[in-house]
């Protein structure tokens, strides 16, 4: 496992350069829930679902939805870095054409199974495609990342309870629980914890780990693909505009862009090959 952990952290290393470089690219989005996500979508994308982006319809194919759409920048970075395009598209982030807009589109974008960015619709429409994958008998699994803000929205709520009640056993959401959004702490705007607590009496497994400890992240996930009869929630405490020092726990960068000198300075603490 030890070599596939190093394989991970390098991949996600490129993930956070292409994220800050295209923000300071585009002169906004959103960095912070975006390298905060970064880990646990290298993991899923490039160890554990069955995917190609040469055959990006197929029907069989694990599916993800990025409930909180904002975090664009790690989805696009991720897919290009996978193959899905061509990673100098990156650099037409949210300009005036591109196929990148500020919330995915999965009409534009190859590799995108789901359009979102009102908060709490994203997992609705993975609880919609695991109950498809149940009445259709296929094994595919849907994985989806919402925002501990994103808890906030009833319908979160409402697709949670509907996700244990048709026992949803294909379906692993992450809860990127990175204690802030936009207005600040998410204790002090609208509190939703205790997380694991409100997942469990909607009739969920829970599973609490470190977001950016790839050992906890590989095994929680083998550890929701043998849960059965019911989905799981992996709340991963994660660091918001985690590898950039002056990013980190800073409410301040939910959306703000880099500036050149900054996005150097990333680049720098961030490490790794392009």
């Not at 979160?156 to 056993?169: F, G, I, R, T």
């Amino acid at each position: 496992m030890s070599n596939k952990i190093a394989e991970l952290k390098e991949i996600a290393k490129v993930i956070r350069k292409d994220i800050v470089s295209m923000l300071t690219e585009s002169g906004s989005g959103h960095p912070g829930g975006s390298l905060s996500a970064t880990d646990i979508l290298t993991t899923l994308y490039f160890n554990e679902m069955k995917i190609d982006p040469k055959d990006p319809q197929n029907p069989n194919r694990d599916r993800f939805v990025l409930s909180k759409g904002h975090a664009a920048p790690v989805l696009y970075a991720t897919l290009a870095r996978k193959g899905y395009f061509d990673v100098e598209e990156l650099k037409t982030l949210r300009k005036l054409g591109s196929n990148l807009q500020g919330h995915p589109n999965m009409n534009d974008l190859s590799g995108v199974d789901m359009s979102t960015g009102s908060l709490g619709q994203g997992i609705s429409a993975a609880v919609g495609m695991a109950l498809a994958g149940k009445l259709d008998n296929k094994d595919y699994r849907v994985f989806a990342l919402l925002g501990d803000g994103e808890l906030e929205e009833g319908q979160v709520w409402e697709a949670s309870m509907s996700a244990a009640h048709y026992k949803l056993d294909n379906l692993t959401i992450f809860v990127d629980f990175n204690g802030l959004q936009i207005d600040g702490d998410i204790h002090e705007v609208m509190n939703p914890s205790p997380i694991d607590k409100k997942f469990e009496a909607f009739g969920w497994k829970t599973i609490i780990i470190d977001g950016h400890n790839y050992e906890d992240i590989l095994n929680a996930i083998e550890e929701a693909k043998a849960t059965k009869d019911k989905p799981t929630a992996i709340i991963a405490k994660t660091i918001k505009g985690k590898g950039v020092s002056f990013m980190e726990n800073e409410a301040a960068w939910h959306g703000t862009a880099p500036n050149k000198e900054q996005c150097e300075q990333a680049l720098r603490e961030i490490g790794g090959e392009n």
